[in-house]
């Protein structure tokens, strides 16, 4: 029974516990659980989280490791998702920098996220559900996964600069892929995501690096009276900068 189990479950990445159940022949009263907890101590599946668990196939040898990429793993952790962030902008080739932690945004608060999943680190991000937009589909190992466009990586990323790396990575970002970026579509999403700290900092780095059409962005937004810091992640110690109302905090050099 355990065979033919994990022949017929063993075709999708993941599965549920409601997955089983329907595989197995099972009513609820079955003891689907007990069948599940049997396979996991004999290292036939590995649970990723409440209710969710993947297969672990002949080939992780000696690791018994789930074959799943880190992204396909993140998909599980919140509905919806999408890699954001840090990952979001490895996976654009924006940085250099490899996260130790994958990055997941999604629209509603989640109870008790997963720190660790398969022996890797994850962050789920909640952001409320006008924060959550510019998601793209992609691929990885043939299976689907979501991940921020390359212009709401950066405007997430000048958001919270925490889960970027600090404002350094923003600036890099925007220096290293400017002509690939729709400069239209980083304004919108400038206005759209609702802080007006974000709008300063991206003038400033727009205008810093020589990048765009700064007088454009600063017709399209309000920038709010107060002073916010160019990188939250810092001491707000520095020269204040009245024309982007920024606390100039840290000096971007590229």
Do not use: C
């Not at 559900?129 to 997430?156: H, L, N």
């Amino acid at each position: 029974m355990e065979a033919r189990f994990l022949a017929k479950i063993g075709t999708r990445p993941t599965f549920t516990t409601a997955d089983a159940r329907r595989v197995l022949g099972h009513k609820k009263s079955d003891p689907t659980r007990q069948f599940l907890e049997r396979l996991q101590t004999k290292g036939w599946i590995r649970r990723i989280r409440r209710g969710r668990f993947a297969v672990i196939p002949l080939s992780s040898g000696g690791s018994q490791t789930p074959q799943l990429h880190e992204f396909i793993v993140a998909m599980e952790l919140a509905s919806p998702a999408a890699i954001a962030y840090w990952s979001a902008l490895n996976h654009h080739g924006m940085t250099e920098q490899l996260p130790r932690t994958v990055f997941v945004a999604t629209n509603h608060p989640v109870r008790r996220p997963p720190s660790q999943v398969l022996g890797m680190s994850y962050k789920v991000v909640s952001l409320r559900p006008e924060r959550f937009f510019g998601i793209i589909k992609d691929w990885i190992d043939e299976m689907p996964f979501s991940v921020t466009d390359r212009e709401k990586t950066i405007i997430d990323g000048l958001d919270l600069p925490q889960n970027v790396g600090g404002i350094e990575e923003i600036a890099k970002a925007l220096s290293t892929v400017w002509k690939q970026l729709d400069e239209a579509k980083l304004r919108k999403y400038a206005v759209r995501i609702g802080n007006s700290a974000v709008a300063k900092r991206l003038g400033f780095l727009m205008e810093t690096l020589g990048l765009g059409d700064v007088e454009k962005l600063r017709s399209a937004v309000t920038l709010a009276i107060g002073f916010s810091p160019l990188d939250p992640t810092l001491p707000h110690k520095g020269k204040f900068n009245r024309r982007w109302r920024l606390l100039i905090n840290t000096e971007i050099k590229i």
